[in-house]
Nanobody, 127 residues
């Protein structure tokens, strides 16, 4: 069955770094655009970053540009989110998601356009 399993979350101080991973199985990974979203109790699930199914295009929320980097390894069927210079406002549950042939920004930045979701990983940034 389809699985997306996030790992690598945790607690880090302001200015620190973390890398979260998302291991996929049960579908043809290389044909899916992949995204990261985050959610707090006070807010809806917000777009963070995405990478097209071919891996040639990436998109980022303005709030994380220059600090976060999304990447994919099709051989390992895994995506990564490298998070640097973390801030307390980055504290959230981070979810990965998969979108069949996801390519364009308008689709990859919209949570409702995704086909599969992981269970989430908590990232906490202390001040």
């Amino acid at each position: 069955q389809v699985q997306l399993v996030e790992s690598g979350g945790g607690l880090v101080q302001t200015g620190g770094s973390l890398r979260v991973s998302c291991a996929a199985s049960g579908f043809t990974f290389k044909t899916y655009g992949m995204g990261w979203f985050r959610q707090t109790p006070e807010k809806e699930r917000d777009f963070v970053a995405a990478i097209s199914w071919g891996g040639s295009t990436t998109y980022y929320a303005d709030s994380v540009k220059g600090r976060f980097t999304i990447s994919r390894d099709n051989a390992q069927e895994t995506i990564y989110l490298q998070m640097n210079n973390l801030k307390p406002e980055d504290t959230a549950i981070y979810y990965c998601a998969a979108q069949h042939f996801g390519l364009h920004e308008v689709e990859l930045t919209t949570s409702g356009k995704y086909d599969y979701w992981g269970q989430g990983a908590q990232v906490t940034v202390s001040s």
